[in-house]
């Protein structure tokens, strides 16, 4: 291949074998040979560009108390604190969507993929996944709020004034990310599941293990990178989601406990996020403090790039074998639709 | 036991169906079909609502969903437009012309920009870019020319869509990559052979084969765009307008609010009264529409399995 011939910056001069010379090309197909040259690097460009001026603009308002200060009310960036109970509220959320998620997914896959009987439910439960994926995370949000608001899931969040219940708290918002990360944890174990030879089954059988057994014993521990990839892919959708957290978190500036249970309270509480706090702290919500939103925003992005490299890790092991480059691809299709 | 679990999930996702049409139920009732139709400003009638005093002359209900509609419908379009011109060019890129390495970088980066958040995307949208268009590309005049109609700043049409290309690029790219490099390569060479450049082959044997798949990642991106909410709501412009082509130029520059920010922007209102109806029916409509992409998406990858190949 040419790769000798890179050079950074400039798009180089592919050093090609003499029939893929362009010049005796129609103007017309060179046009696009270049401009396929200029679409590949300008996409690279913009990575590049996002995650250097996110980091310049992040490391010059990073502080590190801002890791341990709560945040305040205060028109002044000086004064408005940190956001140490955004950073919370996203470990928390997260954990209760994974925690929802991960045994959801990976036990409708398993169903899926060995027992599928009837093939009606079985076909069902995945176009219903597959639409669930493809639903905007703001109706989730809505359905989220329409079922919590009721009486009877009073103990999930807390009553407001007047009376009704006010559906909001880490518990709901935390079941409603789930949702978003249901579909992601199915389709990566089913795909996995899927890549296993039939020859390992028989082989269980043969030992006179029970399906049960097979599963639990020689199946998962076998696609645990599969698994693994889908959970952390789900992960990374529900820390970057902002709108489940607005309509079902409450989005506000610091994590509200309910009643005097340390964990159980807090759980029932409102609270913030980072994504809620960089939505709040830009122009366009009410804090308009840009050295916090670029702060926190940096971290994030941080909790992203951490989360696709721990991706690229578990795909490089495993069944996959060493993924190539179009397997990892797939990831990215992962991310927005269990693929077939 | 496993297969109750499935049954459980199932009922779940089709309560959600049902609970939010029936909820969204009440703002269509009063409406009827002219729900979807123009007719005065959103805004004013969110505004009617939340107060509890109905505009004159109409029920508390009255609801004209057009200018949110054309938001979403100028804003997906257009964006997803753009996304198929750059994904498919640059799907050639990755999987005919890029050299090894570069190919191996090319990788990260797609995922990079499928993961980061769209609130991040918000922020470097209003704090980097708006401004930016605001003081290069709209011209004093031609803020003067419409002051009377519609304030034009940063926050626009052409800011929301460029950023929502970005955020639908990398779907695009990783399905047309992956059906590119599934094409049969004795197709490419057979096309070599009778002389056809590669470019040429690239053209007519690969995209052609690759169509479908091309199709779904329309589709899916398409699906993508609709439910962005926390982006637009950011740098879509700061009210439901309902930008109008006529405009010329000037049209580019003009703010307007899809459905699903309208939904994030009013989200205070998801308790009160008649807005909340409101709300729900607008999501009923994502909902509704998602459903069809879902299905849309589902029937375009049917020509795929005919090559055996796996998108």
Not at chain 1, 133 to 145: D, Q, R, T, Y
Not at chain 1, 307 to 330: C, D, I, K
Not at chain 2, 208 to 217: K, L, M, V
Request: net charge positive; with cysteine; charged share 10%.
């Amino acid at each position: 291949m040419a790769g000798a011939a890179l050079s950074p910056g400039a798009p180089p001069a592919p050093v090609r074998p003499l029939r893929e010379s362009t010049s005796s090309w129609p103007i017309l197909d060179r046009v696009g040979y270049w401009l396929s040259w200029a679409t590949g690097i300008g996409l690279c460009l913009i990575a590049a560009a996002i995650v250097l001026y996110m980091g310049i603009k992040g490391l010059s308002y990073l502080r590190l108390s801002l890791f341990v200060t709560s945040p305040a009310p205060s028109l002044h960036q000086t004064q408005s604190g940190g956001f140490s109970d955004p950073i919370i509220g996203t470990l928390t959320v997260t954990a209760i969507g994974t925690l929802i998620a991960a045994p959801l997914g990976v036990g409708l896959a398993v169903w899926f993929s060995e027992y599928g009987r009837p093939t009606w439910l079985a076909r069902a439960i995945e176009s219903a996944l597959e639409m669930l994926a493809g639903v905007p995370s703001v109706v989730l949000a809505i359905f989220g709020l329409l079922i919590f608001a009721q009486g009877f899931l009073s103990f999930l969040s807390q009553r407001a004034a007047t009376g009704g219940v006010l559906g909001q708290s880490f518990v709901n918002a935390g079941i409603v990310m789930s949702a978003l990360a249901l579909p992601l944890v199915f389709a990566s174990t089913r795909e996995s599941l899927a890549q296993l030879p039939d020859r390992t089954r028989e082989a269980s059988y043969a030992l006179g293990k029970t399906r049960a057994t097979t599963i639990r014993r020689v199946l998962l521990p076998s696609i645990r990178p599969g698994m693994a990839s889908g959970i952390v892919l789900g992960m990374g959708r529900i820390i970057g989601d902002t709108a489940i957290i607005t309509i079902l978190l409450g989005a506000t500036l610091k994590n509200e406990p309910v009643g005097g249970t340390p964990v159980l309270g807090a759980l029932r509480g409102t609270g913030s996020t980072l994504t809620s706090y960089v939505f709040n702290n830009s122009p366009a919500g009410e804090g308009n403090s840009h050295e916090k939103a670029y702060a926190a925003a940096f971290v994030l992005l941080l909790l992203v790039l951490l989360l696709n490299a721990l991706v690229t890790r578990l795909t490089e092991g495993g069944p996959m074998g060493r993924a190539s480059g179009a397997q990892r691809l797939r990831m990215v299709l992962l991310q927005y639709l269990p693929w077939k | 036991m496993l297969g109750a679990l499935a049954v459980l999930v199932l009922v779940l996702i089709g309560a959600m169906v049902v609970t939010v049409l029936i909820k969204a139920w009440p703002s269509f009732a009063h409406n009827g079909l002219r729900w979807f139709g123009p007719g005065g400003e959103v805004d004013a009638q969110t505004r009617a609502m939340r107060e509890g005093t109905a505009l004159p002359g109409h029920s508390i209900y009255y609801f004209r969903a057009w200018p949110l509609i054309w938001g979403t419908l100028v804003t997906t379009v257009l964006a997803v437009l753009a996304a198929l011109i750059v994904s498919t060019l640059a799907a050639i890129f990755i999987t005919e012309f890029a050299p090894a390495r570069m190919r191996r970088a090319i990788e990260p980066v797609i995922r990079l920009l499928a993961g980061v958040p769209s609130v991040v995307y918000g922020l470097l949208g209003i704090l980097l870019i708006a401004p930016w268009i605001n003081e290069n590309l709209i011209s004093n005049p031609r803020k003067q020319s419409v002051i009377y109609v519609v304030q034009l700043n940063g926050a626009n049409l052409t800011t929301g869509t460029l950023i929502l290309m970005v955020m639908i690029t990398p779907i695009m790219v990783a399905i047309t990559t992956n059906a590119l490099a599934s094409v049969p390569s004795s197709w490419q060479e057979g096309s070599a052979a009778l002389g056809v450049n590669r470019w040429r082959t690239i053209w007519r044997v690969s995209l052609r084969t690759a169509r479908p798949a091309i199709a779904a990642a329309t589709v899916l991106a398409t699906a993508r765009a609709l439910g962005e909410a926390v982006m637009l709501a950011m740098v879509s412009g700061g009210s439901a307008f309902s930008a109008n082509p006529l405009d010329g130029l000037t049209f580019l520059y003009e703010p307007v609010r899809p459905l699903a920010a309208e939904i994030l922007q009013e989200s205070e209102g998801l308790t009160i009264g008649a807005l909340s109806h409101t709300l729900y029916a607008i999501g009923a409509v994502l909902l509704v529409s998602a459903t069809f992409l879902s299905l849309a998406g589902w029937a375009a990858k049917q020509p795929l399995k005919r090559y055996g190949i796996r998108a």
